[in-house]
């Protein structure tokens, strides 16, 4: 009778040992694994997103010479190249604003 319960005991200890080491491996192996590919998947998203964005913008500028972009209730920023005559008088005004 003794030696069934010593063998019951040992048994109950040997699967809360088991248990308590998958907790572990999952705590400090598979969940930092997981977290680290998600966390790199949404980076590459960003990425591919920032790309998108500015390939659409570029397309935009090309097709209709300007980009509109909005930015808050009623308010848009409008962005245009600068032709080389623009940028040489930018260039002297920032340079006489320097002396």
Not at 30 to 47: C, H, K, L
Not at 51 to 79: E, H, W
């Amino acid at each position: 009778m003794k030696d069934n319960k010593t063998r019951v005991i040992m048994w109950v200890l040997i699967v809360v040992i088991l248990l308590l080491v998958a907790v572990m491996v999952y705590a400090f192996v598979i969940r930092p694994a997981f977290t680290g590919y998600v966390s790199n998947q949404q980076m590459v998203g960003y990425q591919y997103g920032q790309v998108d964005l500015l390939n659409s913008m570029l397309s935009q500028i090309q097709q209709t010479g300007l980009v509109q972009i909005p930015s808050g209730a009623n308010q848009s920023v409008i962005l245009r190249p600068l032709t080389q005559q623009e940028l040489a008088q930018l260039q002297q005004q920032i340079q006489q604003q320097a002396q």
